[in-house]
């Protein structure tokens, strides 16, 4: 195992994103930290960062749930190839059923534009692995976190 910069064996093949993903109690601990440094004159960063302990708290629960979507869809379509591979009349039961709770089944929509956004889709797929553009901003004031946030300085 190798040591990884958070200071935790990190088990071979698991990102340091992956093991970074904090617990509710780490959240917790952190918070109250703050909580306790926060009430020393010059607290404005302590305040910010609590704002973005914020922040990544939800964007944690926003990922985990869009991680227990992905999984039920993959779930589903995996059943459904292999429905079909078996024989059976009807494979996209399983997927029909899960598309249909997230209200994602087309209906009445037209199929070509269907059709068009998934080719668009597989068209863009490869680029989402690129990574993102790297330089200067074109603003001269720096910007933290969300949008409604703006460093001094």
Same mark, same amino acid.
């Given at each position: 195992?190798?040591? #990884?910069?958070?200071?935790?064996?990190?088990? %071979?093949?698991?990102?340091?994103?992956?093991?970074?993903?904090?617990?509710? #109690?780490?959240?917790?601990?952190?918070?109250?930290?703050?909580?306790?440094?926060?009430?020393?004159?010059?607290?404005?960063?302590?305040?910010?960062?609590?704002?973005?302990?914020?922040? *990544?708290?939800?964007?944690?629960? &926003?990922?985990?749930?869009?991680?227990?979507?992905?999984? &039920?869809?993959?779930?589903?379509?995996?059943?459904?190839?292999?429905?079909? /591979? /078996?024989?059976?009349?009807?494979?996209?039961?399983? *997927?029909?059923?899960?598309?249909?709770?997230?209200?994602?089944?087309?209906?009445?929509? %037209?199929?070509?534009?269907?059709? #068009?956004?998934?080719?668009?889709?597989? /068209?863009?797929?490869?680029?989402?692995?690129?990574?993102?553009? &790297?330089?200067?901003?074109?603003?001269? #004031?720096?910007?933290?976190?969300?949008?409604?946030?703006?460093?001094?300085?």
């Amino acid at each position: 195992m190798r040591e #990884s910069p958070f200071g935790a064996n990190r088990p %071979p093949g698991l990102s340091p994103v992956e093991v970074a993903i904090m617990t509710r #109690s780490e959240f917790d601990d952190i918070r109250a930290h703050i909580a306790a440094e926060g009430r020393r004159p010059g607290s404005d960063l302590l305040q910010l960062a609590g704002e973005l302990l914020d922040d *990544l708290e939800q964007v944690r629960m &926003r990922e985990v749930t869009l991680r227990s979507y992905y999984l &039920r869809l993959l779930t589903a379509a995996r059943a459904t190839v292999a429905a079909e /591979a /078996a024989g059976d009349p009807a494979p996209l039961t399983l *997927l029909a059923h899960e598309l249909a709770k997230h209200a994602q089944l087309p209906s009445g929509e %037209p199929v070509e534009r269907i059709l #068009s956004d998934a080719g668009r889709t597989q /068209a863009l797929a490869p680029r989402a692995d690129e990574p993102g553009r &790297r330089g200067p901003r074109q603003s001269g #004031s720096r910007y933290c976190g969300g949008m409604s946030r703006k460093l001094r300085g």
